[in-house]
T-cell receptor, first 111, second 115 residues
Framework: KQEVTQIPAALSVPEGENLVLNCSFTDSAIYNLQWFRQDPGKGLTSLLLIQSSQREQTSGRLNASLDKSSGRSTLYIAASQPGDSATYLCAVLQGAQKLVFGQGTRLTINP | DAGVIQSPRHEVTEMGQEVTLRCKPISGHNSLFWYRQTMMRGLELLIYFNNNVPIDDSGMPEDRFSAKMPNASFSTLKIQPSEPRDSAVYFC?????????????FGPGTRLTVL
């Protein structure tokens, strides 16, 4: 059974810092890996999607990497801003359409 | 497009009552997913439909839970009878099989509290 783990569970940093969120998964037979953002009281928003054959994806200040063989992914956020405060979820796609989520990292950026 | 629409946004009920959660997927999407999010277990897939047909309901916790999709624009998740341990946020998501690779679009969720 696939298990997805995210470390740390919570992170608080001052504005402007670069930071890394970690995600690990136990079964490397995945179709892709996604990073989502969740704001309180709202649904999930997809940030980045990395196909199993890719190593990284970038969008603005966000960069996600994937090492499928070791079962690891990282989300790098450059020059953090208070608006980046949210919970970040990592999810792997297994089978045709089944997303398996980690527990998330609750990020707080302090002004 | 208005995105995935869920109703109600909040539901408070007493143990033993029937609860029905509703979802309207994005128009044109042909896959629909129901998830449950709790502090203990995180976000879990309950069931998903392709072209209105249930494909995998292995995540449905027990017989008290049932889901239907009578047409392409509407789905329900019903809990009967409800129990306090069913308290959670329930998300609906939809996907276009012909769209961007495997991206699901999530609704805002229904926060259910069973007293």
């Amino acid at each position: 059974k696939q298990e997805v783990t995210q470390i740390p569970a919570a992170l608080s940093v001052p504005e402007g810092e670069n930071l890394v969120l970690n995600c690990s998964f136990t079964d490397s037979a995945i179709y892709n890996l996604q990073w989502f953002r969740q704001d309180p009281g709202k649904g999930l928003t997809s940030l980045l999607l990395i196909q199993s054959s890719q190593r990284e994806q970038t969008s603005g200040r966000l960069n996600a990497s994937l090492d499928k063989s070791s079962g690891r992914s990282t989300l790098y956020i450059a020059a953090s801003q208070p608006g980046d405060s949210a919970t970040y979820l990592c999810a792997v796609l297994q089978g045709a359409q089944k997303l398996v989520f980690g527990q998330g990292t609750r990020l707080t950026i302090n002004p | 497009d208005a995105g995935v629409i869920q109703s109600p946004r909040h539901e408070v009920t007493e143990m033993g009552q029937e609860v029905t959660l509703r979802c309207k997927p994005i128009s044109g999407h042909n896959s629909l997913f129901w998830y449950r999010q709790t502090m203990m277990r995180g976000l879990e897939l309950l069931i998903y439909f392709n072209n209105n047909v249930p494909i995998d309901d292995s995540g449905m916790p027990e017989d008290r839970f049932s889901a239907k999709m009578p047409n392409a624009s509407f789905s329900t998740l019903k809990i009967q009878p409800s129990e306090p341990r069913d308290s959670a946020v329930y998300f609906c998501a939809s996907r276009d099989a012909g769209g961007p690779p495997d991206t699901q679009y999530f609704g805002p969720g229904t926060r259910l509290t069973v007293l």
